[in-house]
């Protein structure tokens, strides 16, 4: 069973905190000496962990609350894996560069996030659970320009779209229309875009459940490719869901997918990923956080592993668990 602490340990956590007392200024500096790709991607295809949750007031599973544990599972994911990089709220970000300086010290400068992608998460006034939870706004990275000058990679934003008529409606229009602007920057910046467009259902006890559904999927993909003043920039990241032929034909634009909570069992959302990869040319990857950063007694970096062949080598599930086990344990003592 992977135990976080055992690979990122108290004494770096509490370095950080000293690194962030003492030289808030690293932060910055790191970011713009970091070693960048010059194209979003290498081979038309992306893994990115995503690591933004607890900014929307969700945690779930209760463990993302412990920032040792959190953080300990994302670097490991980094550190361990080939995935093509993160998207997270600055504080996680910032976490993980300030922790990437600590790696650096003690591993003869070599870096886990040079080459690696940072995306920076800007709407997450959504609060879960809340009676305003569709009014989305900027409350992360607030502009395109700002990402740019933080040396990050690309923005991600979400909105959610009922998919019947409710009194919510409005504050759906009202963070579409915020998305719209951001696309908009995202394409006068010359900075991918990805955006999370879901439809959603109200549950009897309050909150929102996802749907997966081809109808609906078809229609929020519809709004959010029309998006903006142009969408040369953007990329959708949509749920996997049954007949996601259907959804993958409704755009052009490149599909990344997203995992949804974690369920323990990391072997069926490889799955799904795997049928997901052969739904259609524009379907370019994932976009996974939860069912990677804690899949269940797994090492992190064993199923990342696996997601990031499942999407690069169009590797299938179980031969991509397979061959990731060897990753299992592995590198644990970088930090001490």
């Not at 004494?11 to 713009?32: G, K, Q, S, Y």
């Not at 696309?183 to 309050?206: F, I, Q």
């Not at 739904?279 to 990677?292: F, M």
Request: charged content about 25%.
């Amino acid at each position: 069973m992977y135990h976080s602490p055992d690979f990122f340990t108290e004494a770096v956590f509490a370095e950080i905190t000293r690194l962030r007392v003492d030289r808030p200024e690293l932060i910055a500096n790191e970011l713009a000496i970091r070693v960048r790709r010059k194209k979003l991607t290498t081979d038309g295809y992306l893994t990115v962990l995503a690591a933004d949750h607890p900014a929307r007031n969700l945690m779930s599973p209760p463990a993302m609350g412990n920032r040792l544990e959190y953080a300990g599972r994302i670097i490991r994911c980094l550190a361990g894996s080939d995935l093509d990089g993160l998207m997270g709220t600055a504080d996680v970000i910032e976490d993980i560069v300030l922790a990437n300086y600590i790696y650096k010290q003690k591993n003869g400068g070599k870096s886990f996030l040079d080459n690696k992608i940072l995306v920076g998460c800007v709407n997450r006034s959504g609060l879960s659970g809340l009676e305003h939870e569709l009014l989305d706004l900027e409350s992360g990275y607030l502009t395109a320009k700002k990402i740019k000058e933080m040396h990050l990679d690309a923005a991600k934003m979400l909105f959610r779209i009922p998919n019947k008529a409710e009194p919510a409606d409005r504050f759906a229009i009202q963070t579409m229309e915020r998305c719209a602007k951001l696309t908009s920057e995202c394409v006068d910046e010359r900075l991918p875009m990805l955006m999370e467009p879901l439809a959603v259902e109200r549950k009897p006890g309050g909150g929102y459940v996802v749907l997966d559904e081809a109808d609906a999927l078809i229609k929020v993909v519809g709004v959010a490719a029309g998006l903006g003043h142009s969408s040369a920039y953007s990329w959708l990241k949509i749920p996997y869901g049954p007949d996601y032929a259907r959804v993958a034909k409704a755009t052009t634009l490149p599909i990344l997918m997203l995992g949804g909570p974690s369920t323990g069992k990391p072997i069926g959302v490889l799955e799904n990923f795997e049928k997901g990869m052969n739904a259609g040319a524009n379907v370019r990857g994932a976009l996974v956080g939860r069912n990677v950063i804690f899949p269940g007694d797994e090492d992190p970096a064993v199923v990342a592993q696996a997601v990031h062949w499942v999407v690069h080598a169009r590797m299938g599930a179980h031969e991509a668990m397979e061959k990731a086990v060897a990753r299992r344990g592995a590198g644990m003592d970088v930090f001490k």
